[in-house]
């Protein structure tokens, strides 16, 4: 476990979140929260945190894939997600790995300012200057982002249009 960090069992994800990554500890999976008030952890699988989040704006989790699959297609999988509207902008976050597999980290998508490779890793800077290094090559992070970025874009033209 990370001893050192703050304990969050209640972490609502908003635009201030970078990132979640899973960690095991014992026998069970929890989550290291990276955002621009620093690192904590949750006893909780960052899949529980991102059910809770979008429970807690009226929404689930569930709704948040069937409307990310109406824009991308029925069989695109580690599709992005939005988990709320902060303050009109919305909140979205993209897996790199499957959703339920125990290694999968959640990016956000508005807090990031650079993407680099980093050998056969990314590296990811955020709004503060943190850097985190990913265990996935670049290209098939760029695709996630990509992806990520249309889905937003996609979302903001979608409200306007009915402001």
């Given at each position: ?80 997600i ?25 990016i ?20 503060d ?35």
């Amino acid at each position: 476990m990370i001893s050192n960090l703050t304990r969050n069992s209640n972490y609502i994800i908003s635009n201030s979140t970078f990132c979640l990554k899973s960690y095991q500890h014992r026998d069970k999976i929890h989550t290291t929260i990276l955002d621009k008030y620093g690192k904590s952890t949750s006893p909780y699988k960052p899949l529980k945190i991102i059910r809770d989040t979008c429970r807690l704006h009226g929404s689930s989790y569930d709704a948040s894939k069937y409307q990310a699959r109406g824009f991308f297609g029925e069989n695109k999988h580690k599709l992005p997600i939005m988990v709320a509207y902060d303050f009109g902008d919305p909140c979205i976050l993209f897996p790199l790995f499957s959703p339920y597999s125990p290694q999968n980290i959640w990016i956000s998508l508005n807090p990031i300012i650079n993407i680099s490779e980093d050998g056969d890793k990314t590296l990811v800077t955020f709004v503060d200057n943190t850097e985190i290094s990913l265990d996935i090559n670049m290209k098939s992070f760029n695709q996630q982002y990509v992806r990520a970025a249309m889905y937003y874009k996609y979302l903001l033209l979608q409200r306007n249009s009915i402001l």
